[in-house]
């Protein structure tokens, strides 16, 4: 087994046996608060106006499947659109969600259909409203930016696998005066949402969404154990670091 195997393996037993403890020490002691974060706010009150104001919400859930390394921004991007769905539920106009691959849209629609049918509102329920908007980045983002623009959209919360060309859709949110979130998991995405969107999220907060929008027990253990995770990698770099300084001055030659 590889060193980097090795290493993978005792961070996964390390989170999950960290999720055990803060998940049974929740019954006995109060839960901890969440770190601030602005976004969420705006992005609260957004979601209240949108219902408030008969508008439609957009979710899109980027490029990537389930199937390959980036499939974990787009669980995180379903468990959006299924927060949303309940959110809106109240209102006139249920939420769009648009992908660009095949197998998400149809989860975006399997997503949509139960929660409707948990809710007791599966008359709301509408396939079309789980797109698959284009196969390729650009087809993708042409498809899309119909349902900023003409489908009275308020918000829109950008959450997946994108390229730099998800600046476009931002570009056509503000044209529209829409609240926009951005998270991915592509440093090209993130470097140009970060100068587009009106509330990017950075690096690891994309995977702190669920926590903050569904509020269930499970992903805000699972985002103090995430916390805790992040300081140690730190902590581990900064010894490597000494190490690999102080080692050649002790005369012990390189490590």
């Not at 957004?46 to 859930?61: N, T």
């Not at 468990?79 to 959110?87: D, N, P």
């Not at 498809?143 to 390229?163: C, D, H, K, T, Y």
């Not at 103090?224 to 670091?241: C, E, P, T, Y």
Request: charged letters at 15%; proline letters at 6%.
């Amino acid at each position: 087994m590889s060193i980097s195997a090795v290493i993978g393996l005792v961070f996964l037993v390390l989170g999950v046996g960290l999720m055990l403890i803060f998940f049974f020490a929740r019954r006995t002691q109060p839960a901890r608060p969440l770190r601030s974060i602005s976004a969420f706010q705006r992005l609260r009150r957004a979601l209240g106006l949108a219902v408030e104001d008969g508008k439609r919400l957009h979710v899109s859930l980027g490029q990537a499947s389930i199937l390959n390394s980036n499939g974990a921004s787009a669980l995180v991007g379903l468990s959006t659109l299924e927060r949303v769905a309940q959110l809106s539920s109240l209102g006139d106009r249920p939420p769009v969600a648009t992908s660009g691959d095949g197998t998400l849209a149809i989860l975006s629609q399997d997503t949509l259909r139960s929660t409707y049918r948990r809710l007791g509102a599966f008359d709301m329920y509408d396939p079309d409203r789980g797109r698959l908007a284009g196969p390729t980045p650009f087809a993708y983002i042409a498809g899309a930016l119909p349902v900023i623009s003409r489908e009275q959209v308020s918000a829109n919360l950008l959450i997946g696998n994108f390229g730099p060309e998800a600046a476009l859709l931002c570009e056509r949110a503000e044209q529209q005066s829409a609240f926009t979130l951005a998270a991915s998991d592509a440093l090209p995405a993130q470097a140009a949402l970060y100068a587009s969107a009106q509330e990017p999220l950075i690096g690891e907060e994309l995977f702190a969404i669920p926590a903050y929008m569904q509020g269930t027990p499970i992903y805000q253990v699972s985002l103090h154990v995430q916390d805790i995770l992040r300081w140690v990698v730190v902590g581990a770099l900064v010894i490597g670091a000494i190490f690999q300084f102080i080692v050649p001055l002790l005369g012990g030659g390189s490590p």
